[in-house]
C-alpha cells in the first residue's frame, strides 16, 4: 500500500512570504530597491494619478549594522502629498495580500495589490518590526495611525497599536515606515539611479531622497505642467471571457441585453448593440440573467465567443490612458544627458486583447552621453522605471535588433533609447514588473517608434556630417588667402610701392578674398540656427597668421 | 476635495484568472503548452515520487476547430498509474487555488500547488466547461470520479456532478480531461520536445502521446531502475525566518527550547542544540511558547537570527533529495542523440538559504548531433524539462560564458549540455517555472559541473587528435612498405633467382616489415578499446597494391 499525500490550503500571505522572489524579493539588495519602488509607486499613484503635483520624501536609515552572518537593518519611509487612504481602508488595504483600490481598468504604476504588501511581508519576516501608516485624507479633519502586522496564516490585518490626530494644517497624504533586512550599499547606485529616472519622466514631481549616509539627492520640479490623469474605463468587449461575462451578469442591474452592451462595457451605442446581438442570434430583450441560468451554458459561451470577436465594435478607448507626452519626455533626456540633439513620439493607441495600450519613445544623441557598443536603454511601463531584467523585455528585442548603422550611427554610440508603454493592463512577465513580454502588437509598435525617432536622427547626423565636410573645405580654401592675397598685391602694384603701400593693399585684398569666399558658401541649417560663414572664415586666416 | 478610491478583496483564483501570464498561460500557444506539462509533472509527482513505475497517457484532440476569429478547442487528458488522490480531496485539489499536498519540505516538480489549478482556471475562461477527474487510491475499492469548476470570486470548487463506481481490477491513479482554447499548431513541436526531453531523464517510465491527428509517440521503458524517491524533510535552521519560527512555535508540543530544537529541526542532536542555546543566552527549559508571549518579540529575534546564523549546525541534508544518477544521464542522452561520447556527473550537494540542493551535468558529444555556434543546452529542474525563458536562466549564463576552444572543441560544436538541479526549493523565477535565479551557490556548483566534464571531453579529443596523427604516420610509413619491400628483395636474392621466387621472398619480406612496423607502434586507447596496428598497416598496404 502506498502512502498517502496530506493536504492543506495556504493563504495568499503565506504564499508569497514562502515565495518572496516571485515579487522581486530575491535577496536582501533587491529586497531594499523593491521596497522602495513599491513605496514610491504608491506614492505617485496617490498623487498624479489624482491631479496633485507630487511631492514624495523617501529616507532609508540604517537601525542596526550589518555583521559577519547577517545583513544590517534599515528604515525606509516614504511620504507623499497625495488623496491618503481612508480610516476605515488602512488596516485591510496595508495588512491583507489582495485588497486593494487597484482592481478597476485604469492605468496605475501598481497593478496587483501585492507590493507593498509583499515589501511588509518581508519586513515583518526578516525584523518581526510592525509597519507604521499615518494617513489622512482631504476631506478629513483628522491624521490616523495605524502600526500593524499581517497574520500570514489568516491573511489578515494585526493592529498592534492606532490612533488619531486633530490635523492643524491642510495636510493631506500618506506616510509609510518599514523596517528591514538589506543591503543598501549593493543597492545604493540602483535605488538612485531608480530615482533619477522617475524624476526624468515625472519633471512635474519634487522628489527628495535621504541616503542613510545623510546624502540629499534633490530633484527639483521643473516643469508644473503635468499630464492628464488617467481615468477608470469599462471592459472593452474584446477582452472579456467567460467568467468575467458571468460576474459582470451577475453584477449587473439592467434588464435587457440591450442595456446590458450599452451599460457595461465602453463605447458601444444603441445601433452597434443591436446589429451586435442580431449577429450572433440573441433577443435584445432578453433578460442577461438568463445567460447564467442552469442549462444555458451553450449560450453563454456563445455570447463571450461573439463579444471577443465581433469585428465591429470600436477599438478600445485610448483618452483613459495617460502618456507623458513628448515635451515631458524630451525635456528629461535633455536635462538628464545634456544631449547634442532629442526627440521624442507618442504614438496611437493600439489595443492588444482588448487593452488599450500607448507606446511612447525618446532618442537622446551626443552631449554627455557615454559612447558604448549598445545603445542605453531606458524602460518604463506606466511611468514606472523598469531596471531589473532587461534582456528578457520585449524593448531590448526591438532595440538590440535594430541596425543602427542603417541609421548613420556608428560604434561605439553617444546613445540613450527610452521606451514607455502606458496601458491599462502592462503585460508584465512576472509579479515584480521587471520586464515586459512580446505581445505581438506591443513589439511592432515599439519596432515603428523607435525606427521613425532614428529616421529623424539619421537626417541629423547627415546634416552634421555634410557640415563637417563643408568646413573643412572652407578650412582648406582660407588657409590660402593670406598667401593668394601676398602674391596678388605684389602683381597689383608697382615695385616701387612695395614698401609703403604693399602692406596696406594686402590688408584690402585678403578683405575682398574673404567676402568672395564666405558668399560662396552655404552652410546647412542644423536644428534651425545658422552659422556666419565669414566668421569661420576670418577665424582660419587669424590662426594662419599666427603660425606665420 | 480629490476623489477617493473604491478598495476591494480579490480572490488567488480571480488573480491568476485576471493575470494568466504570471503562471505562463500568455497566450493560446503557451497555454496548451502549459496545460500539458502541469498535467504531467502531477502525473510524475504522483508516480516515481511513491515508488511506482510511471505509465502516462497523454492525448489531445481537437473538439473545435478555428475559425478566422478564434482558436480552435482541444481536450487534454492526462492519465498516470499514481498513488490517487483520496475522495474527500479531490474537490479542493483541482477545485481551490493554494490548497495542495506540496506545501511541505521535499523535492517536487510542482511547487506552488497552484499549476494545474491555473490551467482550470484557464479552460474555465476560455470554453466554459467543467474540469473532470477520475481517481482512485491503491487501497480503496472504489474510483470516485467528479465534474467541478472553480468559483472564482470564492476560490472554492463547484461540484456539477460525482459518482463511483467500483474498482474491478487493481488500478490506482488519476486521470484528468480539461477543455481549452489552445494553438496546437504552434505548440506542437514544443510538447512533443517537452515530452521528449521528459522520457530523456525518467528513461524508467512508460509514456504514450496522441496528437489531434491520432499519431502515436510512444515513449517505451528502457530500465526499470528508478531513483530513490525523494523524502519529506524537517526545515533546516538556516532556512529559517521570523514568520516561521512563529508558526513552528505555536504548533509544537514540545515543553523545552531543547525538545523544540531536537525535534522540531533538521538532524539537530541534544549536544548541538544545547551548544546553540547556550550561545544565545537561551535557558533549554525554557517554554518554547514563551517566544509569542506579548513583549517578547527581541527575544523571538534572537532566536530567528540566532537558527539563521550560527555555524555549527550541520549542512542541509541531501539525502532527501533524490537526483537522476550518472547512469541514467549518459544513457538518456546516448539514446537520444546516439553520440560519440557521453558523460555525466552527479556533484555533491550543496545549500543555499538552508535549501539543499543537487546540480547534475550531462554532455554529449558527436554522433547525430547537428553542430552549431552554441552547445544545445536542456535544462531540468526536479526532473521538469524547461524549454522557455532559456536565456535568463542561470544555466544559460553559465554554459554561454564557457571558452569551448580551451577545451578543444571548435565552432560549429556537436555539442549538447545538460544541466538538472534538484532542490527542496528550486528559485524559479516566475510562478510558469521556466527559468531559474542566479543564486550564487548554484551559480557556482553548475559551473564546476559542466567544466568537470567538459575537461573530460577535453582529454578524449585531444587523445583522439593524437591518434588521428599517429594514424596517419602509420598511413604514410606503411604506404612505402611494398616499395621498400620489393628493393629489398632484389638486393636480397641473386639475379638468377628472380623470376622463381622473387614473388614469394618480396611476400615474405613484406610480411617482416608489418611486423615490424606494428610492433613500433603504439596506438592509444580510446574509452577503453584498442585498436590493432597491424590491420590498419594490412589495410592500407592492401590499398597501395590495388592501385598499382
Redo the contacts between chains.
Sequence with gaps: ????????????AE?F???K??AGF?NPTRAIYQTVRELVENSLDATDS???LPEVKISIKEVEAATD??PAKYEVAVEDNG?G??PN?IA??FG?V????K??IRQTRGM??LGVKAAI?YS?????QPVFIVSS???SDNIYYKKLLID??KNEPVIIEEGQLLKRSNW?GTKVYLTLEGDWIRAKQKIIEYIKRTALIAPYAEIVFETPENEIYYFPRVTKKMPKPPSEAKPHPHGI????LK?MVSFTKTKTMLEFMVEEFQSIGEITARKFLESIGIDPNMNPKMLIEKGN?KL??VV??GL??Y?NFRPPRSDYLSPIGEELIEVGLKRLFNAEWVKAITRQARAYEGHPFIVEAGIAYGGNIIPTEEPVLLRYANKIPLLY?E??DVSYKVVSSINWKLYNIEEPMPLVVLVHVASTKV?????GKESL?EVQELESEIKNAVQEIARSLRLYISKKNSERTLREKIVTISKYIPEIARSLSILSIPPDKWGTDGKNNNEKIIEKLVKIVSKSIELPKIDGKEEDPEKIVRSVIANVKLEQ
Design positions: 500500500m502506498k502512502a498517502q499525500e496530506k493536504y492543506r490550503e495556504m493563504s495568499i504564499f512570504a514562502k515565495n522572489e516571485l530575491s489624482h491631479n496633485v552572518d547577517k488623496i487612504v481612508p481602508e485591510n488595504a491583507k489582495l485588497y486593494s483600490s482592481y478597476v496587483y495589490g511581508l515583518q519576516m526578516t525584523t518581526g485624507t482631504d476631506s500570514i496564516k493631506h471571457d467567460i467568467e468575467q460576474a451554458s453563454l459561451q463571450a465567443t471577443r470577436t469585428k531584467e534582456r528578457e503585460p508584465y512577465k512576472g509579479v513580454s
